[in-house]
């Protein structure tokens, strides 16, 4: 009854207004494994190098994740290196060095191939199809992140996959990009033709829309006074919103807001230390009280 | 026991990528009265010249909103013309005559100097602590709206006038310039040293941010298919959620957030229509249901 991930595992170099750090484990399916396991077990396939040893294994020891499924290949993992401005809210890739995930293809090993919630990190939208076809049975529910890249040089693939896919998580620009339009609710109507009839709008700073047949929602991002570091906020509200839809087992309207929320406040932790440092450290007691204050933050009792 | 509001009464020239409309009924002082009113007696204090006629009296005529604090001069009213490019975020001003408005130096009637709510809208930070000076008896609270403009060019007045304030009403760029602080948590610190104990952010399709002393909120814009004109948005909510904090004599946390829901239901009715023309026809029924709507919207049970 796993949640199975697909994506990349990598070492990000980072630097921000408030200092830099190099080499950070880093990657979607690290951030959002991190997250996500702390509701529901998580199953992982994705692609290191030979410099991935002892010191990141140990990161994700003792957490119900499934790392039989991330293969280690000749050569160096996957490398980033990125800079924020003053105001966060958008990363400048200084370097990519794709190294082994180059020709990453990722295949399922047999005990995940009938998993039954799928989320598909943002890799090529080939390989994402590819990975649906290996289920021996359609999960419950498949969710997917894509980014402009794909969108504007892979429609194609893309929308295939996306037929095939319930639950779209993406940022604005993302979005507008995949479906030509700038107003939010004419754009969720053209995903829901694509495929997915749950979208989940990114939006930084300033939160999270999730847009539903049931109904809408948006929450705001919890409020911080220092956010150090952005990397892997979207990977770690992916992990969280999935992580506590699976152990739910269910994606009503009322479940999918409370995953809303989780999601916020898993991220929340994410950028308030470098990398999956704070990911790492947070306690089930900081997680639950850190939950309960955002839901006293948005509750509304006098009307 | 009303609330005054000080501000500018106009003729705009909207254009939006929907259309254009010409020497419509705008200024802040319209748009928050008409939405203020829906809540509690408001009393207007701003000038206009003699080609404000008959059909704009008529605009405000059967609405708990006195009208005796209006000057009309001899001379052309106020007239701005601005656009719109396709996101609706900003508008691009392409004419400013002032005309009246230039030398408006507000008077307030002997009967208004006694109001215990007052809205300083965005005017010259001389003016409006002249108006505060005015009053014969301290008000319950005094709100403030301002601008760059004003945050750039007049730092000192202003910081003199919000030392007289509670309320503090801007949108984001506003209260980072104000306070030259990123993060908005850090910034409400400063805005607090400065004066007012609560901040409202206005971030136009994101919705609001509330800061008060008791906790802090964020509710999203309602979100709508059909936005044909953002004019006056932010006068709506400012008029809503006074009015609303007006009509419970309170301004506890609670009393807050619903004031800002109420804010900003009426600031999506203004954003449908050009002008104030969906702000006059919108009936109590609209605003009942949108904000039940919105309530049920921004709940979250699930957790």
Redesign the interface.
């Known amino acids: 009854m796993s949640l199975l991930a697909v994506g990349s595992v990598a070492f990000d170099d980072l630097e921000t207004p408030f200092g830099k750090r190099e080499r950070v484990l880093g990657g979607s399916a690290s951030y959002f494994s991190l997250s996500a396991s702390r509701f529901h077990p998580v199953q992982v396939v994705a692609v290191v190098g030979e410099d991935f040893g002892p010191d990141q294994y140990r990161v994700f020891e003792g957490r119900p994740i499934d790392l039989s499924g991330l293969v280690r290949k000749p050569g160096q993992s996957f490398h980033w290196k990125g800079s924020y401005g003053?105001?966060l809210n958008e990363a400048r890739t200084l370097e990519t060095h794709l190294n082994v995930f180059q020709d990453f293809h990722p295949e399922l090993p047999e005990a995940f191939r009938s998993s039954p919630y799928l989320f598909l990190g943002n890799i090529d939208p080939v390989l994402q199809l590819d990975v649906v076809k290996q289920m021996t049975q359609r999960p419950r529910w498949v969710a997917l992140d894509t980014m402009n890249f794909w969108i504007n040089g892979a429609r194609e693939a893309l929308q295939a996959v996306l037929g095939e896919v319930d639950i779209l998580l993406v940022n604005e620009g993302e979005v507008r990009a995949l479906t030509q339009e700038?107003?939010?609710?004419?754009a969720y109507r053209k995903v829901q033709a694509i495929g997915p009839k749950i979208l989940v709008v990114k939006?930084g700073e300033?939160?999270v829309?999730l847009f539903t047949p049931e109904?809408?929602?948006?929450a705001?991002a919890f409020?911080?006074?220092?956010?150090f570091d952005p990397t892997g906020a979207g990977d770690t509200f992916a992990g969280g919103f999935l992580g506590f839809l699976s152990a739910?087992g269910k994606t009503d309207v009322?479940?999918?807001?409370?995953?809303t929320?989780?999601g916020a406040v898993m991220a929340s932790f994410t950028v308030e230390k470098f990398g999956t440092q704070n990911l790492e450290m947070v306690t089930e007691h900081d997680i639950k009280e850190r939950?309960k204050a955002f839901?006293?933050?948005?509750?509304?009792?006098?009307?």
Chains 1, 2 share one sequence.
Do not use: C, Q
């Open positions: 003053f105001d700038h107003n939010l609710l004419k939006r300033y939160g829309s109904g809408i929602f948006a705001p409020p911080l006074e220092d956010v739910a009322d479940t999918l807001k409370a995953a929320i989780t939950t839901s006293n933050m948005i509750r509304v009792d006098g009307l």
